[in-house]
């Protein structure tokens, strides 16, 4: 069989543009035609093409060079800036300019609140094109590595440790310049002790710069990263490092996200509220349901979205048990009386008030211990001599009708569809755009980069759902600004 030999060399008559070499139907079209939709105003950019003066690189090819990069994978300003020399895609997408690794990075540290204000009217337009409809949202959250290392972080003691070492190894380099000094000429380089005082003054510095973030009274309560202080110690199933907690709000209708946000906090349970009203914000008006995992199962935190007349569909952590046993002396076997404020158990003895813990919580005990030590059922019920106890919370009423909503079959339904829509953020994140640790540092850094991620995500889902041209078709009719 004979073979087909390609020329590298081989001259057209007419040379192609590059136009030619991307598909009409190439995804790269899409985040093209999305990016020109932006109102760049309303970002803070003036876009001027009469401008004077020193020349900088179009807003816009700038925003699709990181928009699309992060759609692939492709987050460093120096692998940027290979595939804008080498990659036809992007150097159809940028018009074949080439911005260095300098200019790239520059530009991404520049434009952070831009980048979040992007994802947002991304959102607008695809509540326009009838891909959000708000009427469900998902909230989880996942963590995701910081740029900083797990030994940064430290206590107020342990920097004031290491000040007190950095200011004796300064003292004893100060001691050895002066002895330098008087000896005579020609004893060799002092440079790299030199360099050494540098670097020890300004870690010295930035010592001190974290001592300032602590309060008088955190002692060993309050731990700071001294690379990126608004990252926390976080555990997940890759081990324990410095990390944020990504939430992110996703809407039922077709799984596109509606908001993200990075937090410091180790656990989801204080988010729920803060994350719906987010997202409510974005949507322009309250949604119908809030659903998450037992992980948000603080009851302060539900009433607050609860009281809006939003459904909340969230499982205490009892009832997130596959397979929970059935204790016949558990708390919800106690009949509560609230016109004599007691407890009756099982067995009709009456717990009374006690007294009030933190947080509003009311302690009820048994009036006389001596009932619970005569029971036939003491040691299952309680162990302790003073009779058994139960706990109240300030909002019980609240709990009650959450369980009971969480236990009604159309919740259920709902509640089974949660999984599928928003795991599949995290998942996509993870291993398609390969994120398992953010480049950028702070958290208004660290927030750009989710806000790329999570557009990046819409931009994929918008795709499969309406393709490159359909979705091209729908940007160009819902544009933001004129071009």
């Known amino acids: 069989m004979a073979y087909r030999y390609g020329d590298r060399y081989q001259m057209s008559l007419i040379p192609r543009s590059i136009e030619e070499f991307v598909p009409e139907d190439h995804p790269v079209r899409a985040y093209d035609a999305f990016i020109e939709s932006l109102d760049f105003a309303e970002l803070g950019i003036e876009i001027d093409p009469d401008r004077v003066g ?19 994978g492709i987050k460093s300003s120096r692998r940027l800036e290979r595939e804008a020399h080498d990659n036809m895609c992007f ?13 790239i990075a520059e530009f991404r ?29 998902f909230v989880d959250g996942t963590k995701i590595r910081a740029n900083a290392s797990r030994g940064r972080t430290r206590t107020k003691a342990q920097y004031e440790k290491l000040l007190a070492r950095m200011e004796d190894r300064i003292k004893e380099l100060l001691d050895e310049c002066d002895a330098v000094d008087r000896r005579e000429k020609g004893q060799g380089s002092w440079v790299k002790m030199d360099s050494e005082l540098a670097d020890k003054e300004k870690l010295k510095e930035r010592i001190r710069r974290a001592l300032e973030e602590f309060g008088p009274d955190d ?38 996200i509606v908001h993200a946000e990075p937090v410091s906090d180790t656990n989801d349970a204080r988010q ?15 949604c119908e349901v809030a659903c998450a995992d037992a992980g948000y199962s603080d009851v302060g935190e539900l009433e607050k979205i609860d009281y809006k007349d939003i459904t909340v569909i969230v499982p205490s952590q009892r009832q997130a048990l596959h397979h929970p046993k059935e204790n016949p002396f558990d708390k919800g076997h106690f009949i509560y009386d609230p016109g004599t404020d007691t407890y009756t158990c099982p067995e009709g003895k009456t717990l009374r008030f006690s007294f009030t813990q933190r947080r509003g919580k009311r302690q009820y005990r048994m009036v006389d211990g001596n009932d619970c030590r005569r029971c036939p059922h003491f040691g299952q019920c309680t162990k302790s001599p003073r009779g058994r ?19 009604e079959e159309s919740s259920r339904i709902i509640y089974r569809r949660r999984k599928a829509k928003v795991e599949l953020v995290f998942g996509h994140i993870k291993r398609n755009l390969k994120t398992d640790s953010f480049l950028l540092r702070g958290i208004e850094g660290v ?12 931009m994929a889902r918008a795709i499969t759902i309406l393709g490159v041209r359909g979705l091209i078709d729908a940007f160009r009719s819902t544009r933001m600004a004129p071009a």
């Open 389 to 407: 106890n139960i706990i109240r919370l300030r909002n019980e009423e609240v709990k009650q009708k959450l369980e009971a909503q969480y236990n």
């Open 219 to 256: 002692g060993d309560t309050k731990a700071l990263n001294m690379t990126d202080p608004d990252c926390a110690i976080m555990r997940s199933p890759q081990g324990s490092h410095a990390s944020y907690n990504v939430q992110s709000v996703v809407d039922d209708e077709n799984g596109l």
């Open 272 to 286: 729920f509220a803060r994350q719906i009203d987010a997202a409510n914000e974005a949507l322009g008006s309250p």
């Open 54 to 72: 020193n020349p900088e690189y179009d807003p816009r090819a700038m925003f699709k060079l990181l928009v699309f990069g992060y759609s692939y």
């Open 447 to 458: 927030q750009a980069e989710t806000s790329i991620l999570a557009l990046c995500f819409n």
């Open 91 to 103: 150097i159809w997408l940028t018009g074949g300019l080439r911005p260095d690794h300098k200019t």
């Open 109 to 137: 540290r520049r434009n952070r609140s831009a980048l979040k204000e992007i994802f947002r009217q991304s959102v607008r337009m695809c509540m326009a094109l009838k891909l959000i409809r708000g009427n469900v949202l």
